[in-house]
């Protein structure tokens, strides 16, 4: 006698359960035009986001403390760090250091905590065995790591600029959340313990 197996069709209870899992594998900072564009592939679902996700995380910002490379062109006019902040150049004035060349930097971001100006945290920096990093990195660390980590701005505290009214400013990216905001901070003024340094050792 010939039996046959009754198929069970699907509950909503799995069909939760698998939309619940396939949600888990979708970072929460998924922009609209990444979705659309894994939407629009067709493909697996998961494989197509975890792959988009890896990617990614080849750009993430490191946690502090941790050395990677960056490559700085050192012989941009030293303006065009003020034009790339949405400034007019004009009445502005580079302090220097005067750099040429073309490096790539073994640096990482560090936490100096408190310091009252941009001098005390170049002596705190050089007591712990670091040089900040110059102005003209500020770009090309955007570039390469484009989206923030919510977790404070960061300071490029090796050069300086005058700006048209006379105070000195050091060049720095501000944590907007879903992106860098480029700008300079006045030297003479406080950093709070949420300030990154880029640093290279000395």
């Known amino acids: 006698m010939e039996t046959h197996e009754t198929v069970r069709k699907i509950t909503d209870g799995q069909r939760g359960d698998i939309v619940a899992t396939m949600a888990g594998a979708i970072p929460s900072d998924l922009t609209f035009e990444e979705a659309q564009a894994i939407i629009g592939a067709k493909g697996s679902f998961v ?11 080849l750009n993430a910002l490191p946690a502090d403390d941790v050395w990677f490379e960056l490559e700085v062109h050192n012989d941009i006019n030293p303006m065009d760090v003020v034009t790339s902040a949405g400034y007019d150049p004009k009445g502005w004035e580079y302090l220097g250091p005067k750099l040429s060349g073309k490096q790539t ?4 971001l560090v936490r100096l905590g408190y310091v009252r100006n941009l001098r005390e945290a170049r002596e705190k920096a050089n007591k712990l065995g670091y040089r900040l990093v110059d102005g003209q990195a500020r770009e090309p660390f955007k ?20 700006d048209p009214f006379g105070g000195p400013r050091v060049a720095c990216l501000y944590d907007f959340g879903r992106g860098w905001g480029s700008g300079f901070h006045w030297s003479g003024g406080e950093f709070g313990g949420r300030w990154r340094w880029l640093v290279v050792g000395k």
């Open 143 to 162: 570039t390469k790591f484009p989206k923030p980590d919510g977790k404070g701005p960061v300071v490029f505290g090796g050069s300086e600029w005058r």
């Open 47 to 57: 494989v197509e986001i975890r792959q988009a996700f890896a990617k990614r995380r």
């Open 105 to 108: 930097l073994r640096v990482k």
